[in-house]
C-alpha cells in the first residue's frame, strides 16, 4: 500500500554523486531529494550502487564528486569525527543481519546508543525497556540474541536503531534475513514506528513488498538512478 506524507521540505539533496570502487563505478551522477518524514524505499538488484547511495547518504563513504547537503548541512565536506556525531546524534541504522553484540541482553544492546551520546546508564536502560515494550519485546528484555527468534532480534535491531529517536533512520535490507511471515511483521511494525515517531526513513530492498511499505521508490542500476522507462 502506498502512502502519501504531507508535503514538506527537502531534508536530503544530493547532487551528481559519483563514487568508484577501483575500476567499478558504484555512483555515476547520481540525484536525489527526501523530504521530511517520507519513507523511501531504494531498490536494484545486488550489486546496482543501492547500498553505496545509502552509505553516502548517511556519510560512512564520501563521494568522489558532488555533494549530500542534510538539513543545510553538506555532508560530503564534514570531517570524519562530524559524521560520525552526526551518525550517533540523528541517524539510526538496521541492517540485514541485526549486527546485535549476541553476548549482551536485548536489553544492554537497545541502550548502547544512549549510553554512548552520555546518557546514564539507569536512564538508558529504562528507555530501552519502554521502546521494547513498544514493540512487542517486554518480556524479551534479559534474552540473549540467539536466544531469540529472527524477526524478535530485528525488532531488537529496530528498537535500538529508534531508541534515541533519530532524524532519520537508514535501514538496508531490513527483512533480507527473515522468512516471508517474519518480514511482513518486521514492516508493518517498520513503518507504523517511524510514521508514529516522525522519522524519515530511506530502506534499501529488492523486495518489492518491503518497497510497498514505502511512500516512494527509486531504482539504482549501473550507479544511476533509472525511471521506469529506461530500466
Known sequence: MTHTPAPSAPLFCARDLRLSFGLTEALRGVDLTIRAGEILAIMGPSGSGKSTLLHVLAGVLVPAGGSVVYDGRCISTMN???RARLRLTEFGFVFQFGQLLPDLSALDNVSIPLLLSGTGRREALARAQELLAVLGLQD???KRPPQLSGGQAQRVALARALVA???VLFADEPTGSLDSLASEQV??????????FGVTMVVVTHDPRTAAYADREVIVRDGQIRTGFDL
Open 80 to 82: 570524519e569525527a562530524e
Open 140 to 142: 524479551c528484555g534479559d
Open 187 to 196: 514492516m508493518e511494525l517498520l513503518a507504523a514506528t517511524v510514521r508514529s
Open 165 to 167: 529517536r533519530p532524524r
